[in-house]
């Protein structure tokens, strides 16, 4: 079936967890944050390096060799600082502050390093999806809703812990809708949690008309449309989206899994599920992409796929990834009166958050 991307008139979701954005603050309220909370192991095994290692913390140091001391001094924190772990969100800087320096407040030479890290750090998707974030944002400024810090100028950069090959750091870059979370140890990298989605979704970006997430959305219903009828009947849990469940202040919830389970599809249906986790996890470097795909293909038979929504409007559903080392969400949103234009998506690893496997006490 050819599916294309249709506007549908916001309906009510069911909230689970986390507000829908910006209804909190019309009840008095603020939004939910992180926070993360756990102890340092007192000596953490960093792995051998490889070129990949020291090509991104080269790209780090090159941007920290742009700053001057007062700017560096505001970019690098502690690596046992857990509040600026914390300091990501789905909303724009004005109602949750970030910490670091601001796109904004940089120079031309300054962004040009700072997009250079992006480069090595990301894939090229991955870099991709970031401008098309911030091209979303540019379109924001000036509108209605509430008063906010929208804008490409109000994305931030920060490190957890000074960039090196023989220590443990953490690379965050982020701002409304997009937080970029990853802790490398050695030639080791975990990208969790990272935020993405979008407001609007649908943007004018290098002269073309684009929908951020095409090819996600794409790629889930090319697998829903693998599955029989019987097995779509379990795949499909409701008619309505649901909202985010591991979104900012869910480090360490354990989401349920729930839906069509790996081992119950045929090879070709697995291969259409992996197609589609690909497309998150395809933000990532070559290497952790290709690391973590190696993983997530071992368990694919304990890896479930969940929709709750629409099977025929295409970005008005809510579906999630959940496996043992792997969950991801795409959440649809009913602000702005069109949920196939404005969605909170996460990626996280529930055994590795923050790199904690490695860095944590046990």
Same mark, same amino acid.
């Given at each position: =079936?050819?599916?294309?991307?249709?506007?549908?008139?916001?309906?009510?979701?069911?909230?689970?967890?986390?507000?829908?954005?910006?209804?909190?603050?019309?009840?008095?309220?603020?939004?939910?944050?992180?926070?993360?909370? @756990?102890? =340092?192991?007192?000596?953490?095994?960093?792995?051998?390096?490889?070129?990949?290692?020291?090509?991104?913390?080269?790209?780090?140091?090159?941007?920290?060799?742009?700053?001057?001391?007062?700017?560096?001094?505001?970019?690098?924190?502690?690596?046992?600082?857990?509040?600026?772990?914390?300091?990501?969100?789905?909303?724009?800087?004005?109602?949750?502050?970030?910490?670091?320096?601001?796109?904004?407040?940089?120079?031309?030479?300054?962004?040009a390093a700072l997009d250079a890290l992006l480069s090595v750090v990301l894939s090229a998707d991955g870099v991709r999806n970031a401008n098309l974030q911030m091209a979303a944002?540019?379109?924001?400024?000036?509108?209605?809703?509430?008063?906010?810090?929208?804008?490409?100028?109000?994305?931030?950069?920060?490190?957890?812990?000074?960039?090196?090959?023989?220590?443990?750091?953490?690379?965050?870059?982020?701002?409304?809708?997009?937080?970029?979370?990853? *802790?490398?140890?050695?030639?080791?990298?975990?990208?969790?949690? =990272?935020?993405?989605?979008?407001?609007? #979704?649908?943007?004018?970006?290098?002269?073309?008309?684009?929908?951020?997430?095409?090819?996600?959305?794409?790629?889930?219903?090319? @697998?829903?449309?693998?599955?029989?009828?019987?097995?779509?009947?379990?795949?499909? $849990?409701?008619?309505?989206?649901?909202?985010?469940?591991?979104?900012?202040?869910?480090?360490? *919830?354990?989401?349920?899994?729930?839906?069509?389970?790996?081992?119950?599809?045929?090879?070709?249906?697995?291969?259409? #599920?992996?197609?589609?986790?690909?497309?998150?996890?395809?933000?990532?470097?070559? $290497?952790?992409?290709?690391?973590?795909?190696?993983?997530?293909?071992?368990?694919?038979?304990?890896?479930?796929?969940?929709?709750?929504?629409?099977?025929?409007?295409?970005?008005?559903?809510?579906?999630?990834?959940?496996?043992?080392?792997?969950?991801?969400?795409?959440?649809?949103?009913?602000?702005?009166?069109?949920?196939?234009?404005?969605?909170?998506? =996460?990626?996280?690893?529930?055994?590795?958050?923050?790199?904690?496997?490695?860095?944590?006490?046990?």
């Open positions: =079936m050819q599916i294309t991307k249709t506007k549908l008139a916001a309906s009510a979701a069911i909230a689970v967890l986390v507000p829908t954005a910006f209804s909190v603050f019309a009840q008095g309220g603020g939004p939910a944050g992180e926070t993360v909370a @756990f102890e =340092m192991a007192e000596s953490i095994n960093v792995s051998e390096i490889d070129a990949t290692a020291e090509n991104i913390v080269a790209a780090a140091n090159a941007f920290l060799d742009t700053l001057s001391a007062a700017q560096r001094d505001a970019v690098i924190y502690a690596f046992d600082d857990n509040e600026q772990r914390a300091r990501w969100s789905n909303f724009p800087t004005s109602f949750v502050p970030r910490g670091g320096l601001m796109r904004g407040d940089l120079d031309d030479a300054q962004n944002d540019d379109t924001l400024v000036g509108g209605d809703g509430p008063p906010a810090n929208f804008g490409s100028a109000y994305y931030y950069v920060s490190f957890v812990g000074t960039p090196a090959t023989d220590a443990p750091w953490l690379f965050q870059f982020g701002g409304h809708h997009l937080a970029i979370n990853a *802790t490398f140890v050695g030639a080791q990298a975990s990208f969790s949690p =990272m935020l993405t989605g979008g407001q609007p #979704l649908t943007v004018e970006y290098e002269g073309e008309s684009v929908y951020i997430t095409q090819e996600e959305v794409t790629a889930a219903h090319t @697998f829903l449309d693998t599955l029989d009828a019987e097995q779509k009947a379990v795949a499909v $849990r409701g008619t309505s989206p649901v909202e985010l469940l591991l979104g900012p202040g869910a480090y360490g *919830t354990t989401v349920a899994p729930e839906g069509i389970r790996g081992a119950d599809l045929t090879d070709v249906q697995k291969e259409a #599920l992996l197609d589609l986790i690909a497309v998150r996890i395809g933000q990532f470097n070559a $290497r952790d992409f290709t690391a973590k795909m190696e993983t997530v293909r071992a368990d694919i038979d304990d890896t479930y796929f969940g929709w709750w929504g629409s099977v025929d409007t295409f970005g008005d559903a809510y579906f999630r990834v959940t496996g043992p080392e792997i969950v991801l969400e795409y959440a649809p949103q009913g602000l702005g009166g069109d949920l196939t234009e404005h969605t909170h998506n =996460m990626y996280r690893d529930p055994t590795n958050d923050y790199g904690t496997a490695w860095i944590a006490s046990q």
